[in-house]
């Protein structure tokens, strides 16, 4: 798995005036090939204290100054100071304490993304505890596997529902004793019982805690099995963070006074991505507000409320945005204007790539003022659709595609890719912001190494990778990469400069009939984009050929039949529309245009309901379960290989 490999390369350094630095990767090669790379820290390393000291650190160093946004009751959003949230932290803290929670015992968390989550973690760790998130989605087996399998001796769940549809369950679980509601104000009320509890006891809890003291458990969702409790330190997040923070300069440092950087959070904040910024805000200081509904008629009004200027997203977000944007230009009769905007924005884009990259002298005097003539016309509109003042974006998840990422930057939004995994306290790679490559998730975050094994395979080395499971049969945590290489699982492909491409997953690749090997991720990608199609899953694992099962968009196939003169349907007559089939082959028979002949798609199959993490088709963080959709639609992926 590590294989020896040639001395690294000498690596260049650029820019001698102050401010940021663009540091290249050093690299090693074998074989003519680029295989391992290395970005040396940003950041120096926490040798003391934790998390818990965050809140207090940033009180004592700018008391006034906002760190988290709250939304009200009625709507609207109060600023919280540092004074303010280290007092709100204290105070609950000390109530976990009158609880009679001690150091090192797991305190469990299931809620939407909310600012009492981030409350709670925090308050959690100055109380020298362990927090362990939950999916609110999660069924009643994994939350039951999860609370059981991390001894977790407290739950504060969101709602009354959720607590009591753990009702029979509770007698199973023994180490379980304190039990809270959130929407029920027993938040509030712990911070009034610990009143009693002297300030110094936080003090003393805190300095019982240093960066190798765990700090949460993160249980994977998983395709299959039980899941895995990952087992991240304080030190793990102080890496991730304080190097990611340096590196993004431009999300996380106000680059003028009247625009101070502001992130609205509304991925999961069980999901390690989301815990991850959320730490980061607090660590720099940066207003942080929480939305807890996708739903765009929940979340558009928070954004245009909160106003933020970076978003932490999903490439399919992206794309919804997008498609949105097209089907309602083409409403209004302006589809000839809208598709003209996004070449712009996309040569636009890549022209800023290649001034970067020094490729090339960056946009020219027609292709600017193209922009200009369309920026009110289109690409205003999708800002506002995002609050207004958005200006960046970090983007992970699953690959977003060259075009995409062109087209946001062109419409003035600069997409931050990334990669990386729960066990590595979220990202692996990051693209640079002073040289961005579009189609890839950029060089390794600052502190990390990163090897590509002879299969293929990613490996990383880093500060910020786990110390291993959580493993109460064995006494605590088992080392999850002995040999200091974490074998992630995913497959990639770096570059002579050092960008790493995303290729698949090791366990997904399909090995035809024929003896082909296909790794289903790019193609799966690229039909996503489509404005039509929800979800793609590429089938063929021992089969003659590949084929695939495609779910539709809903707000997609809405236009799609008003513009076609199309009655609506229900879904399952929907399916065999010859007309539609025609539209969706066109969109296959580009895709294949990517791949070899062996591994291009011949037949694809349209179900009649959208993939949903419901039905257990998607994990929370939108991956497919291909077991579970497999043993679903077994007779729809036998019809692809019947003959006649």
Known sequence: MSTPLPSFAASATYGDAPGPVLVEPETRRLDGAVREVYVPPFAPPVRHGSLADLPFDNAAAAPGSVVLGRRAADGRWADVTAAEFAEQVLALAKGLISEGLAPGDRIAVMARTTYEWTLLDFAAWAAGLVTVPIYPTSSLFQIR?????????????????????????????????????????????????????????????????????????????????????????????????????????????????????????????????????AVACVRARVRLGHAPSLKPDELLPDLAAFRPTCLLTIPYMLEKVFNTARAKAESGGRATVFDRAESVAVRYGEALEARQTGAGGGPGRALRTARAFYDPLVYRRIRSAMGGRVRYAICGGSPLGRRLAAFYAGAGIEIFEGYGLTETTAAVTVTPPLKPRLGTVGWPLPGTRLRIAV??????????????????????????????????????????????????????????????????????????????????????????????????????????????????????????????????????????????????????????????????????????????????????????????
């Not at 304080?242 to 904040?269: G, H, R």
């Not at 809405?558 to 007559?573: A, D, F, I, S």
């Not at 309901?609 to 959709?629: C, N, Q, W």
Request: net charge negative.
């Open 145 to 277: 596997w999860i609370l059981h399998d991390s001894g977790a001796v407290a739950l504060a769940t969101e709602t009354t529902a959720q607590a009591a549809a753990l009702g029979p369950d509770l007698d199973r679980l023994p180490d379980l004793k304190r039990l809270w509601i959130i929407e029920q104000g027993h938040v509030e009320r712990l911070a009034e019982l610990g009143a009693e509890v002297p300030d110094a006891e936080i003090g003393v809890r805190r300095g019982m805690l240093s960066p190798s003291t765990l700090a949460t458990l993160i249980y994977t969702s998983g395709t299959t099995g039980r899941p895995k409790g990952c087992a991240l330190t304080h030190g793990n997040f102080f890496a991730e963070v304080d190097n990611a923070i340096e590196l993004l300069y431009p999300v996380f440092k106000a680059e003028a006074k009247d625009e101070e950087p502001s992130i609205l959070l509304f991925l999961p904040m069980s999901h390690v991505f989301g815990r991850m910024v």
């Open 455 to 644: 299969d293929g395979e990613i490996l990383v080395s880093g500060e910020q990778v786990l110390h291993g499971y959580w493993d109460p049969a064995a006494g605590g945590v088992v080392s999850a990469a002995p040999d200091g290489w974490f074998a992630t699982g995913d497959l990639g492909a770096l570059d002579d400069e050092g960008y790493l491409t995303i290729t698949g997953r090791k366990k997904e690749m399909l090995i035809t009939a024929g003896g082909s090997s296909v790794a289903p991720a790019p193609l799966e990608d690229w039909l996503r984009s489509h404005p039509l199609i929800s979800q793609c899953l590429v089938v063929g694992d021992r089969r003659p050929y590949v084929c695939a099962l495609f779910t539709l968009d809903p707000d997609g196939i809405t236009h799609w039949r008003r513009m076609n003169g199309k009655h609506p349907v229900p879904p399952e007559l929907l399916v065999d529309d010859e007309d539609l089939h025609a539209v969706l082959q066109r969109a296959v028979d580009e895709a294949n245009k990517l791949v070899s002949r062996p591994e291009s798609i011949r037949r694809f199959a349209v179900l009649p309901h959208d993939f949903t993490e419901y039905a257990g088709h998607l994990t929370p963080s939108m991956k497919l379960r291909r077991d579970v959709i497999m043993r679903d639609f077994a007779d729809v992926v036998e019809g692809l290989y019947r003959t006649g």
